[in-house]
């Protein structure tokens, strides 16, 4: 950075997420985003255009819906298929023996467990479900920087007002400016 940078005016931590354990700086001329890793140094002449919003993910939040439906289909045919699968493997078993009728009786029966066990897997397609919408209600606050034609954007899990105050700093420094 340098020398003519003045002191900070003020600074954002990110404590969760992808960006954790990074840091914005803004300085009168320029905003740094340091990383154990890394140090990026933007000036603020460069930055066309900041946006900052929260937005809850939509997408998050149908696929939970689906997950939550096939659990719930799950769940309906389950019985049927068992009582229908147990039906015939016991009708099979009541014939005579012979190679058909064992191998028809053992797919009866393999198409029973199989129907036992659908509850189970229903549960944990649910719990899926339940967490891709949670996850896509609480949403995110992205910091969005257009640099001459290419954005770069910085994501916080859930309303994050932090980061909103930040962005109004920037966004203060940007229209002081002159360009």
Known sequence: MSSDAGPA????DFTSGALRGTHFTLYATCLTHRGDNHLETLPLAAIA?????YERNARRIGWG???LVVALILFAVSGPI????AGHAAEMAKTEPNAVTRVLQGAFGFLAAV?????FVGVLIALGGIALGAL???GSTTLVLDLAGSLRE?????RNPGLLDFSEAVCE???SLKR
């Open 173 to 175: 420094r940007l229209m």
């Open 9 to 12: 005016i003020t600074r954002y």
């Open 49 to 53: 255009s900041l946006r900052v919003a």
């Open 82 to 85: 068992a009582g229908f699968a």
């Open 65 to 67: 819906v689906a997950l």
């Open 136 to 138: 896509g209600w609480i």
């Open 154 to 158: 910085y994501p916080v899990r859930g």
């Open 115 to 119: 129907a036992r066990a659908l509850p």
